[in-house]
C-alpha cells in the first residue's frame, strides 16, 4: 500500500521517529536551563540531551530524502531486477540458456512465448528501448559486453540465446548437440533481384547452398572430400525441388530483407530432405528439397551416374526419418508415371559457362531456367515478361554432358490473361533418356497489373 506522498507502510514509522526526535530536540532545548529549582535537574538534563535528539533527527530526516531506506516489502521500482522467470508458456528448462533468454524478453514484452524463439526482433514489435534493456540484461548475466558486430548479426531471440551460450559457456546446465539447421538473412539487392523483384535463379542457387551446407556440417567433411566407405568421390544430387510462394517473385521488393530458415531430416544414408521457410515483408516462399548422393560409372561421363552413399559420423546430427515421406514417394510416382503427348519440342543446346556446375554436371539451378527460355518460345515473349513465378516442382531424373543436347518438351498448358501453368520435361538427345519433369505457375505481379492497367487508362 502507498498514501498520496508516494510513502509504503514500512516509510511511516521511521519518518515519525525523525520528526519527533526533532520536535522533542528543540522542546528539551527551549526548556532546559535556569528555572524552578524544584525542576532544575531534569532542565540540565534536557538541555544536555535536546541538541542530540535534535540533531539524530535531523539527520535521520536528511538520509531519508537522500537515500530512502525501505524494507523488502516496500521496494521501489528502482531497484536492481531480480532473477527472470520463465514466460508464460515456455517450455524450457530453467538452467537452459534458451529459457534464460526467453524469460529477459518477457519481462520487458508480456506478449512474448516461446513459439516466438525465431521470430525476428524487427517483427515481434519490441522497441528500442526495451531491446536495449534485453540486451543490458543479457550481458549482465553473461558477464562482458556484446560487441557491436556480434550484436548486430543477432536477429531473433534464438540467435541471441546461441550467442548467450557462445560467450557464455558456464551457463550452460548441459551440452546442447547443434542442430541440422541454418538461417540466413539478405537485402534483396541486384544480385538478388530479376526484372524487379526476386530473382527464382538465385533463389534456386542459394536454397542449393544452404541445403549442402547444413549437410556437409552434418557429415563433418567439406563437399569435396566427401565419399563412399570404398573411398571413391560422391556427389550431392538434387532429386527434386519445389518452391510455393504466396504471392508472385516479381512482387518483392528492392532493397526488401528477406530470411531463410532451413531444417534437414533425413531417411538412412540416402535421401535428404530440407524444408526451408524465404520470409519477406511481402509475402513468403515454403521451398521442398530433396537429394541423394552420386558417383561416376567407369567411363566417366554424366550419363554414367551411379547412387553412392555417405559414411555418417556417429553423432550425425541430422535426425532420421522412419519412412519416407510423401514428398519422396511422390517423386518415385512421377518417374514412372506416362508422359502426355507434347503439344510443343525444341532442342536446347547447353551454354557451358553458364549451365553446367563447379564439378562438370548440368547444373541444378540450370533447369528452371532451361524451362524459362523454351516455354518462351512456345508462348511468346510475353510468357518471360508478363508472368511471374509463383510455384514451380522440379523432378530430377538424370544429367547430360555438356556437348550433349536437350530436347524440351510442353506436355500440357492451361491459363487465361492473369495466370499460366504448364507442365514440361527435359529430356537428352543423345539417347532420349528422361532428363527431369517440371510443373510451373505463373501469374501476372502486381507491379505488371498496374502497368497494364495504366496503360489501358491512358488509351482510353
Known amino acids: 500500500m502507498k498514501d498520496d506522498k508516494n510513502l509504503t507502510s514500512p516509510q511511516i514509522p521511521y519518518w515519525l521517529v525523525c520528526l519527533g526526535l526533532v520536535v522533542i530536540g528543540i522542546g528539551a532545548s527551549i526548556w532546559g536551563g535556569p528555572g524552578d529549582s524544584t525542576w532544575q535537574s531534569f532542565r540540565e538534563i534536557a538541555k544536555a540531551l535536546g541538541p542530540g535528539l535534535f540533531t539524530a533527527g535531523l539527520l535521520g530526516l536528511l538520509i531519508g530524502l537522500l537515500f530512502r531506506p525501505e524494507s523488502a516489502p516496500g521496494r521501489s521500482r528502482h531497484q536492481s531486477p531480480s532473477a527472470p522467470q520463465v514466460a508464460a508458456g515456455a517450455t524450457f528448462s530453467l538452467d537452459d540458456r534458451t529459457a534464460q533468454i526467453a524469460a529477459i524478453i518477457s519481462r520487458e514484452f508480456p506478449a512474448f512465448t516461446s513459439g516466438d524463439m525465431n521470430t525476428p526482433f524487427a517483427r515481434l514489435g519490441i522497441d528500442s528501448i526495451s531491446l536495449l534493456m534485453i540486451r543490458t540484461q543479457t550481458e549482465a548475466l553473461a558477464g562482458k559486453d556484446l560487441d557491436q558486430d556480434l550484436w548486430e548479426g543477432i536477429v531473433t531471440p534464438a540467435d541471441l540465446a546461441r550467442t548467450l551460450g557462445q560467450i557464455a559457456p558456464q551457463l550452460r546446465s548441459a551440452d546442447v548437440p547443434p542442430a541440422a539447421a541454418e538461417r540466413r538473412t539478405y537485402l534483396l539487392n541486384m544480385p538478388q533481384m530479376a526484372r524487379g523483384g526476386l530473382s527464382e535463379a538465385w533463389l534456386f542457387k542459394e536454397?542449393?547452398?544452404?541445403?549442402?551446407?547444413?549437410?556437409?556440417?552434418?557429415?563433418?567433411?567439406?563437399?569435396?572430400?566427401?565419399?563412399?566407405?570404398?573411398?571413391?568421390?560422391?556427389?550431392a544430387t538434387f532429386t527434386r525441388i519445389q518452391l510455393r510462394s504466396s504471392c508472385a517473385f516479381g512482387d518483392y521488393e528492392e532493397n526488401e530483407r528477406i530470411d531463410i530458415d532451413a531444417g534437414m531430416s533425413r531417411y538412412g544414408a540416402g535421401l535428404y530432405f530440407s524444408e526451408a521457410m524465404v520470409s519477406g515483408a511481402t509475402g513468403s516462399i515454403q521451398a521442398r528439397l530433396m537429394s541423394s548422393f552420386s558417383k561416376f560409372g567407369a567411363t566417366g561421363s554424366n550419363t554414367s551416374l551411379f547412387k553412392g552413399l555417405p559414411e555418417l559420423p556417429p553423432d550425425c546430427i541430422i535426425p532420421a526419418l522412419p519412412e519416407v515421406p510423401e514428398f519422396g514417394r511422390d517423386y518415385q510416382e512421377r518417374r514412372v508415371e506416362p508422359l502426355a503427348?507434347?503439344?510443343?519440342?525444341?532442342?536446347?543446346?547447353?551454354?557451358?559457362?553458364?549451365?553446367?556446375?563447379?564439378?562438370?554436371?548440368?547444373?541444378?539451378?540450370?533447369?528452371?531456367?532451361?524451362?524459362?527460355?523454351?516455354?518462351?518460345?512456345?508462348?511468346?515473349?510475353?510468357?518471360?515478361?508478363?508472368?511471374?513465378?509463383?510455384?514451380?516442382?522440379?523432378?530430377?531424373?538424370?544429367?547430360?554432358?555438356?556437348?550433349?543436347?536437350?530436347?524440351?518438351?510442353?506436355?500440357?498448358?492451361?491459363?487465361?490473361?492473369?495466370?499460366?501453368?504448364?507442365?514440361?520435361?527435359?529430356?537428352?538427345?543423345?539417347?532420349?533418356?528422361?532428363?527431369?519433369?517440371?510443373?510451373?505457375?505463373?501469374?501476372?505481379?502486381?507491379?505488371?497489373a498496374e502497368s497494364r492497367q495504366a496503360a489501358v487508362h491512358g488509351g482510353q
Open 207 to 235: 536454397l542449393g547452398d544452404v541445403h549442402w551446407n547444413i549437410l556437409a556440417k552434418a557429415l563433418g567433411q567439406p563437399s569435396r572430400l566427401l565419399s563412399d566407405s570404398a573411398g571413391d568421390r560422391i556427389y
Open 341 to 448: 503427348p507434347p503439344i510443343f519440342e525444341c532442342e536446347y543446346e547447353i551454354m557451358p559457362s553458364h549451365d553446367i556446375n563447379g564439378v562438370g554436371l548440368l547444373y541444378f539451378a540450370a533447369y528452371p531456367m532451361i524451362d524459362e527460355i523454351c516455354a518462351a518460345r512456345h508462348a511468346g515473349r510475353t510468357y518471360a515478361t508478363g508472368f511471374s513465378t509463383r510455384y514451380r516442382d522440379v523432378f530430377y531424373f538424370g544429367n547430360s554432358d555438356a556437348d550433349d543436347k536437350l530436347i524440351y518438351r510442353l506436355h500440357r498448358s492451361a491459363g487465361d490473361d492473369e495466370s499460366v501453368e504448364i507442365e514440361s520435361s527435359i529430356s537428352r538427345k543423345s539417347d532420349g533418356n528422361l532428363m527431369a519433369r517440371i510443373f510451373t505457375q505463373k501469374v501476372r505481379s502486381a507491379r505488371t
